[in-house]
């Protein structure tokens, strides 16, 4: 039982260490988005592609903003990967999306990609793309926040409370941080289903 108790005081931790004036900002940024019809784009691998698509259907639904992400569409994916490679999969994803200036690509990632290390450079380049097009870039990260919290306009750096809980805590509270933005009332026009059961 000490690991569950130890792992549920570590949830508490995380809690308290989220930088709510950080959110604050990213529901702003994202209430503008909309008024200005843009989309958003979310990247994610592993947890984060899992993450990427549940979040697509919350944005799209709840929110009305127009959301996509690679990792739904596995047959283009794929090709791209096969024929142009991982690192640049996403940024030339986001090309044939015609990216520009009113758009937002959004990241949940556990250490948010690293140039210098060559780690998740799919995420470093499609962050450099969309730097260029203009698009805003938000992220829900972990461990130090990497490449996109170096860019991003507003990016929630999930608090590192264990090396060991890393990714599964970044990984838990990109959902948390996620469901807080769609169901805040900035955020929400359309009511989700068991909140309008009577």
């Not at 690679?70 to 640049?88: F, V």
């Not at 990714?167 to 026009?189: C, D, G, N, R, Y």
């Amino acid at each position: 039982m000490t690991y569950i108790k130890e792992y549920i005081e570590e949830i508490h931790r995380v809690t308290d260490g989220l930088d709510q004036g950080v959110i604050e900002r990213m529901i702003r940024s994202l209430v503008e988005l909309r008024e200005k019809g843009g989309r958003l784009f979310f990247l994610g691998v592993g947890g984060g592609a899992g993450n990427a698509t549940h979040a697509v259907n919350d944005f799209r639904k709840i929110c009305g903003i127009e959301s996509y992400t690679p990792t739904d569409n596995i047959s283009e994916l794929s090709a791209r990967i096969n024929d142009d490679g991982w690192d640049s999969a996403f940024a030339n994803w986001l090309k044939g999306s015609h990216l520009n200036d009113r758009d937002g690509v959004f990241v949940f990632s556990v250490g948010g990609g690293n140039p210098e290390k060559n780690i998740s450079m799919n995420l470093v380049k499609a962050l450099e793309y969309a730097k260029e097009c203009g698009a805003k870039i938000f992220g829900v990260v972990g461990r130090n926040g990497g490449y996109t919290a170096q860019t991003a306009d507003a990016c929630v750096i999930v608090p590192t409370v264990n090396p060991e809980t890393v990714t599964p805590h970044t990984e838990a509270f990109q959902a948390v941080v996620w469901h807080l933005i769609v169901s805040h009332p900035a955020m929400k026009i359309n009511e989700m289903k068991w909140e309008s059961v009577k």
